[in-house]
């Protein structure tokens, strides 16, 4: 499970928020009850100077220290006990007074011995989930609700195939690739024209890869670029800590989907951001999927041969074919 700084920052978070409202609701009952029933508060006060005599005593030692602490141990099982009569006397569980944890393994911390306890990866999961599917419609776009009968059966002897067979190679590429996705796994370049289905197998595959545990950064050229705009020409500005971050998530991330590539206003400086971002990821290791509209020789008019030799050499290319869906009929 590789955790990503924005998403791992906001769990934590929220544990420290359950933890802080389990100690006051546990501080509520306390001062309710200790109102209610002194003797409570007597048992606790017992209890806590006994606590500190066994301490005391251990740290003493000697043979002196074993006799005390084991006639500390039964007065304070008499004290529990005591303390669970009066309470069910009252109408209360016996463990009304216990500390209150939402996760009782690892107290509220997050963590076990250092490790990252199973309820904050469950909430790490969650809050990845939740952060995708802000950035994309992730509802109803998924494997499962591809549908291959919106690409024609009908034979292209340009594609020497129908658009629906080359499609169907296009799927099970993408769903093998979620499934097996790792760190040897290739970066893909979506082409082709719009309404193909780029972005609906981009979120495919995100939602898959993200629940897998890895780090899944999705976001539009355009945004992405003016990110990267703003990290330049707004320096120590009001968002700059927040554009830092997004930029390092951008490159950091285990899988970025950059999608529409083409549709940003084009400029050395888009340029050179986009090789940025290939090239550092390239040498990180990651693996980076990138949606355009733009054939081979867009891409070199628009981009530099640096960029697109990258494209063509380390990527693997995947062609979207037949005729735009959002403008079909519903089937
Ligand atoms: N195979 C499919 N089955 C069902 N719905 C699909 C399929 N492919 C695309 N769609 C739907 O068609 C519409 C267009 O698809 P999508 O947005 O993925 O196209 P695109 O290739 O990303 O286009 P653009 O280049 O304009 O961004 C979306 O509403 C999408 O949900
Ligand atoms: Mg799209
Ligand atoms: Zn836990």
Known sequence: MAYDGKILGRVRQAIAEDKARNEAEAERRRTQLFAAVPELRDIEVRITRLM?????????????????????????????????????AHGYEEDYLDELYTCPDCRDSGYIMGRPCACLDARYKLEAARELSSMLDTRGQSFESFKLEKYSDVYDPELKKSPREAMRAVFELCRDYAYSFGGDSPSLLFRGGTGLGKTFLSASIA?????????????????VFDAFESQKFDRGGERSE???????????????ILDDLGTEMTTSFTASALYRIINTRLLNGVQTIISTNLGTEEMQRRYTSQIVSRLEGGYMRLNFVGSDIRRSRPL
Request: overall charge positive; glycine content about 10%.
């Open 207 to 223: 939602q898959v890869v993200s629940s897998r545990g890895f780090s899944v950064v999705y976001d539009t050229a355009v945004s």
């Open 242 to 256: 927040e554009t830092d971050s997004k930029i390092k998530r951008y490159l950091g991330c285990e899988l970025l």
């Open 52 to 88: 500190t005599g066994v301490v005391n005593s251990a740290l003493r030692s000697g043979e002196d220290a074993g006799r005390a602490v084991a006639a500390a141990r039964g007065e304070c099982q008499a004290l529990l006990a005591r303390r669970g009569e009066l309470l069910r």
